[in-house]
């Protein structure tokens, strides 16, 4: 008996995520839930410089202003309940500093700039096509920072120009690198703040723009992006609320691991099983809580943790514990 519908995935032939390659994730809050996986087991990652961005138009920016490395200056920032705040980026960047916030910023267009050149994987996830216009100066704006919404008009985002703004990210990426694969995702996380019906008809619209800019074959960059369905994942194997954090919003550890473990069927590598295993018994290891902490046995079993770490060590410089 069935008592769940699977959605079928194939593993991928070419490209694996392994302890070589180098991740790059932007977008919605899912991206730091996907991010914690991949910290866990210490793999190559850098999640979000500019923190969660939730829609395609800040992804953009975002892209745009590391390839073409844009500097901030005091014109892009504003002060506004005892902070200072860009509207390119997350609030967890607003800083009471003036130039905190410009360091942070620039030093983010620096990182992201070199993440994309050198990454083999670039994961974007969009979590809705509903964007806010300042009236002010008619652009889009990433966050809105708490600033009165009377500031601000509210739009859903086509599909067109959300297949337009992903045509761009990925050619904006091809141009420093012809190598990574870009893997677009849709976050399962529910914006209920737009509407119940609202929410659907944005996600639509991304999943829709997502396909029909897969659908072109295009030839801007040498690997054909994927689509990897963490959306219909949640949507149509995790049909439960039990599977949701309290907020009956956000998906819980047990549905992360879920949708974790599906992309691990996908895309990482079987050479990295042995090395991921080894990284997981030292991760269980230093959560140990001892009865007795000056017991030889408990001596000893440090002493075998610390042997293991210095195994993987060897192996993979870059894993710190």
Not at 60 to 85: M, P, T
Not at 101 to 114: A, K, P, R, S, V
């Amino acid at each position: 008996m069935k008592l769940q519908t699977k959605i079928p995935l194939e593993k991928q032939s070419e490209n694996l995520i392994d302890y070589r390659s180098n991740i790059l994730l932007i977008g919605s809050c899912f991206v730091e839930n996907m991010g914690k996986k991949l910290d866990y087991f210490k793999f190559q990652n850098t999640q979000n410089p500019w923190g969660v961005l939730f829609h395609p138009k800040a992804i953009e920016n975002l892209v745009s202003h590391a390839i073409n490395k844009k500097g901030y200056s005091e014109d892009d920032i504003f002060f506004h309940n005892e902070q200072w705040h860009c509207f390119d980026v997350h609030s967890k960047l607003s800083n009471v500093s003036k130039q905190d916030l410009l360091n942070d910023l620039n030093e983010g267009i620096q990182l992201t700039n070199q993440q994309i050149k050198k990454a083999t994987h670039i994961v974007i996830t969009l979590g809705t096509a509903w964007v806010y216009r300042s009236i002010n100066t008619k652009e889009i704006v990433a966050n809105c920072h708490k600033v009165p919404q009377k500031q601000f008009t509210k739009e859903l985002l086509s599909v067109d120009e959300i297949s337009k703004s992903i045509e761009t990210i990925v050619r904006l990426i091809g141009s420093v690198n012809t190598k990574a694969s870009i893997i677009f995702t849709v976050s399962p996380v529910r914006h209920i703040k737009d509407g119940f019906i609202e929410n659907t008809q944005s996600k639509a619209h991304l999943i829709s723009a997502i396909h029909q800019f897969i659908n072109q074959k295009s030839s801007i960059v040498n690997r054909q992006p994927f689509y990897f369905p963490a959306y219909e994942i949640m949507m149509d194997e995790l049909r439960d609320y039990r599977f949701y954090k309290e907020d009956m919003i956000h998906p819980n550890g047990v549905a992360v691991s879920y949708i974790w473990n599906r992309f691990y069927e996908v895309w990482i590598s079987s050479k990295a099983e042995k090395t991921m295993k080894e990284v997981d018994a030292v991760q269980k290891g230093l959560q140990h809580k001892p009865f007795n902490p000056n017991s030889e046995t408990h001596q000893k079993f440090l002493q075998n943790i610390e042997a293991k770490k210095n195994r993987i060590k060897a192996q993979f410089s870059h894993i710190v514990f």
